[in-house]
């Protein structure tokens, strides 16, 4: 997705979805939706919103299907490429402790910025719900549906 700058101003509010093939998430349910603002300078965009997604995935202990539902805040701050040089010194306009991403010229592409929250947000280990029984060791009937007769 990319955000064309010159059409923007600062504190505009945009709103989009972008379909989950642009991420290669295979797991992603429905288009991944994005509301944010913009705040701009020269060499500095800031933004900040919502990204909004579904994710499907398998419960580790009863392997059911799940979908967890996220609703993430963000803030990405994109710097220009090309660096702000004052009387022959670089500025660094942005501490090094904060992750950045670059653009370039009037065009920024916000996808890889939103790829990574998705990835850093989703569970290595789902489970469907927080006391989930699993499945029994010996006859594999998921036990959240009722008692097997094995424990018997
Ligand atoms: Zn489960
Ligand atoms: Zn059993």
Redesign the pocket.
């Known amino acids: 997705m990319i955000i064309y700058l010159k059409e923007i101003h600062s504190g505009d509010k945009i709103e989009f979805s972008i379909s989950r093939k642009e991420f290669n998430i295979d797991e992603l349910e429905g288009m991944v939706q994005c509301s944010f603002v913009l705040s701009k300078s020269k060499k500095i965009v800031r933004v900040k919103g919502n990204v909004v997604f579904n994710y499907k995935t398998t419960?580790?202990?009863?392997?059911?299907h799940?979908t967890l539902d996220f609703n993430k805040k963000v803030e990405y701050i994109f710097e220009c490429e090309t660096p702000y040089i004052v009387k022959g010194q670089e500025i660094k306009l942005i501490p090094d402790e904060i992750e950045k991403c670059y653009f370039k010229g009037d065009e920024i592409d916000v996808t890889p910025a939103i790829r990574d929250t998705i990835l850093l947000a989703i569970p290595t280990k789902t489970?469907?719900?927080p006391h989930?029984k699993?499945l029994c060791p010996i006859c594999g009937k998921n036990l959240?549906e009722g008692d097997c007769k094995c424990q018997n």
Do not use: Q, V
């Open positions: 419960c580790a202990r009863c392997l059911e799940t489970l469907c719900k989930c699993g959240n």
